[in-house]
């Protein structure tokens, strides 16, 4: 599992309330990634970072913000939680030219 | 802009058989190619990857099959055993750095 651990594993929630979702790895790695997987769709991203501080916008960018304030974890934010925003949310990291995933944070939003 | 897709969204294949699970692509310019493995509730894994100068590559009872000429790919398991039920899809990097497109999966159901 190349040492990702999401937090929470699953979270309900009501529409307009604020949401963050957390990655920690252990081993480093300078790149990570927020994705959302849903029905019908392949895994979508959302956020990814490049180092402390440097994040930039994936395809499917809002409505979600990121921060990297260190190496080892990253958290996504939703500001204001939608029903659209229900969803299966994975962490990744790359390693050369593989991404390794976390678990994955179940999010349903009421 | 482009896309990773897979041919079926559903397969069921007998313990012990072979199965052979495809993927198209449309960036000719992809220089490799990587297959994952989903099983249910939990996060995907790497299973195998192909450069875009091979056109196959084996690993344990599992082989990628590249056919550029038609911007095809595929994943074949051997000898599918009741473990092998997940869903797979690939995956291919995109022109920006370290960034990847999915394909949306396809389930392999293995019946005992």
């Known amino acids: 599992d190349a040492g990702i651990t999401q937090s929470p594993r699953h979270k309900v929630t009501e529409t307009g309330t604020p949401v963050t979702l957390r990655c920690h790895q252990t081993?480093?790695?300078?790149?990570m990634y927020w994705y959302r997987q849903d029905p019908g769709h392949g895994l979508r991203l959302i956020h990814y970072s490049y180092g402390v501080k440097d994040t930039d916008k994936g395809e499917v960018s809002d409505g979600y913000s990121v921060s990297r304030s260190k190496t080892e974890d990253f958290l996504l934010t939703l500001e204001s939680a939608t029903s659209s925003q229900t969803s299966v949310y994975f962490c990744?990291?790359?390693?050369?030219?593989?991404?390794?995933f976390g678990p994955g944070t179940r999010l349903t939003v009421l | 802009g482009e896309s990773v897709g897979l041919h079926l969204p559903t397969l069921s294949v007998q313990e012990g058989d072979n199965s052979i699970i495809n993927c198209a692509y449309s960036n000719s310019a992809s220089d490799y190619f990587i297959w994952y493995k989903q099983e249910s509730g939990k996060g995907p894994q790497f299973i195998i990857d192909?450069?875009?100068?091979?056109d196959k590559r084996q690993g344990q009872r599992v082989t990628v099959l590249l056919n550029k000429t038609v911007k095809h790919l595929s994943l074949q398991i051997a000898a599918t055993q009741p473990g092998d039920s997940a869903v797979y899809f690939c995956?291919?990097?995109?022109?920006?750095?370290?960034?990847?497109?999915f394909g949306t999966g396809t389930s392999l159901t293995v019946i005992p």
């Open positions: 990744a990291i790359s390693v050369g030219n593989e991404q390794f």
């Open positions: 081993e480093n790695h300078r790149y």
């Open positions: 192909i450069r875009s100068n091979m």
């Open positions: 995956a291919e990097p995109q022109n920006t750095g370290n960034q990847f497109y």
